[in-house]
């Protein structure tokens, strides 16, 4: 399914809040917020973020879950790369919950991809109080 297919689906069903949509896919995780591992569509303005995800293996629609969460309530964020080339982002709270996605800076079809990552991975730096380096 096409992106812009995925945001229409979403703005059509009148649950689409936010700004900045940006394609994600979960991880598999434990940190028992997301389960299992859909494909999502993320969106953000200056305080929040929301996570609405996909069902489906090659033709996705709207499982009807929409996640809320708050930048204040963020504890820690851990950006890297597995499989030595995907890029994520690992997003852990206080009630030591964490989602971890990937992100891909290009989309097919999708031109603000990677203005909108990057505006909201800057989000997120912006919150940052300690910044460590390897």
């Known amino acids: 399914m096409k992106i812009q297919t995925m945001i229409e689906e979403l703005k059509n069903s009148g649950v689409f809040q936010l700004d900045n949509p940006v394609y994600i896919g979960i991880l598999p995780n434990d940190g028992e917020i997301i389960a299992g591992y859909p494909q999502a569509i993320l969106t953000f303005d200056e305080t929040d973020f929301n996570i609405y995800t996909f069902k489906g293996i090659r033709h996705f629609s709207f499982d009807g879950n929409v996640y809320q969460f708050k930048f204040s309530e963020i504890k820690e964020i851990e950006l890297g790369k597995y499989n030595f080339r995907n890029p994520y982002l690992k997003i852990s709270f206080a009630d030591q919950k964490y989602l971890a996605f990937g992100y891909y ?23 940052a109080t300690e910044v460590e380096e390897y």
């Open 105 to 127: 800076l290009r989309a097919k079809n999708y031109l603000p991809q990677k203005t909108n990552i990057e505006k909201f991975i800057a989000q997120l730096s912006s919150i």
